[in-house]
């Protein structure tokens, strides 16, 4: 009778230890699944909503100019004061190409600062891919090994954060900036930032 038992227990042992990593396999994939292909990818939350922007500074492209004069590296101390738009893109991206007369559009409204974080990218083909699409960026920076996004909490590009007055990160949209998303969602974001007071 015990022998019975203990091989009735063992047997409820080898069956556990080969249907556990299975389990585990198909709540990995379910849960993957729901975020490429139930959820809306650019309402994934950031760390960073309310955090001070990165300690990290951008050299500037070089050559890159705008109205012509140089257009200068990204300062962690330029987000003081101003609501200021992080655009991070790469002239290899095509949704930044989708994006790229949008930008163009919000670098009209003077009440905020628009900068680009150019991301493992080479300086030829980002100028190349501003001058053909135009350069909305007061403020522009090479990341081109991609370390310092990674400190912003970049997954890929495009991707666009909001910086409010006081250096605080406001807001991150993952993905293209589009029609929809501009008018329902960045643009009220931004009026917020711009409604806050600074501190």
């Not at 729901?34 to 500037?60: K, Y």
């Not at 293209?176 to 969602?185: G, K, R, Y």
Request: glycine share 8%; hydrophobic share 45%.
């Amino acid at each position: 009778m015990s022998a019975a038992l203990d091989n009735a227990a063992s047997v409820r042992r080898r069956r556990i230890v080969v249907l556990l990593p299975l389990a585990v396999f198909l709540g990995l994939a379910a849960l993957f699944y729901f975020r490429l292909f139930a959820g809306d990818i650019s309402q994934i939350p950031s760390a960073l909503i309310g955090h001070p922007v990165p300690e990290h500074d951008f050299p500037p492209m070089p050559g890159l100019t705008r109205d012509g004069a140089p257009v200068p590296g990204i300062a962690r101390a330029d987000f003081m004061g101003a609501v200021t738009l992080v655009n991070v893109w790469a002239s290899w991206c095509a949704p930044c190409r989708k994006e790229a007369p949008l930008l163009m559009r919000l670098a009209h409204d003077k009440r905020i600062r628009i900068v680009g974080i150019n991301y493992k990218d080479q300086p030829e083909n980002a100028l190349k891919f501003i001058g053909r699409y135009g350069n909305p960026f007061a403020a522009a920076g090479l990341d081109d090994s991609g370390r310092a996004a990674m400190d912003w909490g970049v997954y890929g590009v495009p991707e666009t954060f909001l910086v409010g007055r006081d250096g605080r990160i406001a807001y991150k949209l993952i993905g293209e900036i589009d029609a929809d998303n501009l008018e329902t969602t960045l643009k009220p974001q931004i009026e917020k930032a711009l409604a806050a007071p600074a501190q």
